[in-house]
């Protein structure tokens, strides 16, 4: 340390390399000028007493990226009965008013600053392989009799036509909104994303977790009947 160049150099070296592993980029203006964040949270943390929207801090990891920038643009009902954490949502007086609009150009900010927030460590491409017939017709039986998943979230009956509960989210286009490496550790592990979530906690063997995961992925507003 006596040699005062070298100890400028490493620490500039140093600033870059923690600025560097930083991660998320910085929070776009955006998201104070458009008040995102009195109903989101985009950091995780001790939850917020008061919290309107579904977390955001791992919409890098969630949301298929086409999705997100079309949502923002035309944001759409996904939980039709209202999000669970909004304080007033068992009284009867949650906020309704509607989602504010994104302009194209502002979408598509939003949408690289939001795909850059992640808290999976590693998310390696989940190869799923398509689901049998016969595996298909099983893996309905678990979500509709078996886990009862339908009596919380929308899916599709046999003729394509929405049926199901609406305390959870929807999953009518789940397979175009969400990331399949998003959902396998959802039903893995929905702690690791939600802390005080409302979804009952199972536990699934690998190959029901797979094909839960794909069953949930096949589901799609252009393709109902599936
Ligand atoms: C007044 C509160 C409020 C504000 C302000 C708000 N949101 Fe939302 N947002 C919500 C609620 C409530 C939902 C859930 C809607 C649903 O599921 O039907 C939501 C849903 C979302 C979703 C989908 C999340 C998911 O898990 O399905 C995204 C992405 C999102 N908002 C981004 C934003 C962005 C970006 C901004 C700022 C431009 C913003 N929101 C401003 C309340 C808000
Ligand atoms: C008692 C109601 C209930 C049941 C039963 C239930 N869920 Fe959920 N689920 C929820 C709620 C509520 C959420 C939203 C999570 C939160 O924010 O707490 C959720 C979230 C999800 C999500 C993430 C969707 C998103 O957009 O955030 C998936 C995928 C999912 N559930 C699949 C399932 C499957 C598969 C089953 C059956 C094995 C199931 N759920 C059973 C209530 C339920």
């Not at 977790?209 to 799609?220: D, F, G, P």
């Amino acid at each position: 340390m006596n040699n005062p160049k070298h100890f400028f150099l490493t620490g500039a070296f140093w600033v870059i390399a923690v600025t560097g592993s930083a991660g998320a980029m910085a929070a776009p203006a955006l998201v104070k000028e458009k008040q995102c964040d009195t109903c989101h949270r985009f950091a995780s943390g001790p939850a917020e007493k008061e919290q309107y929207g579904p977390d955001l801090f791992f919409a890098g990891d969630k949301f298929q990226e086409k999705w997100l920038e079309n949502f923002l643009q035309h944001p759409e009902a996904i939980r039709p009965a209202g999000h669970t954490r909004d304080p007033g949502f068992l009284k009867g007086q949650r906020r309704t008013e509607p989602h504010p609009v994104l302009n194209s150009q502002e979408a598509r900010q939003m949408t690289d600053y939001l795909m850059s927030l992640k808290t999976l460590k590693e998310s390696p491409p989940l190869n799923l392989p398509a689901l049998s017939k016969g595996a298909r017709v099983r893996v309905k039986i678990l979500f509709e009799r078996d886990y009862s998943c339908i009596a919380c979230h929308q899916s599709y009956n046999l003729a394509g036509l929405p049926r199901g509960g609406v305390s959870g989210p929807s999953l009518l286009d789940a397979g175009n909104r969400l990331r399949p490496e998003w959902v396998y550790q959802w039903l893995k592990n929905p702690k690791a994303f939600a802390t005080q979530g409302r979804m009952p906690l199972y536990r699934f063997d690998e190959e029901t977790l797979k094909q839960l995961t794909q069953y949930i992925m096949s589901h799609t507003k252009d393709d109902p009947g599936q």
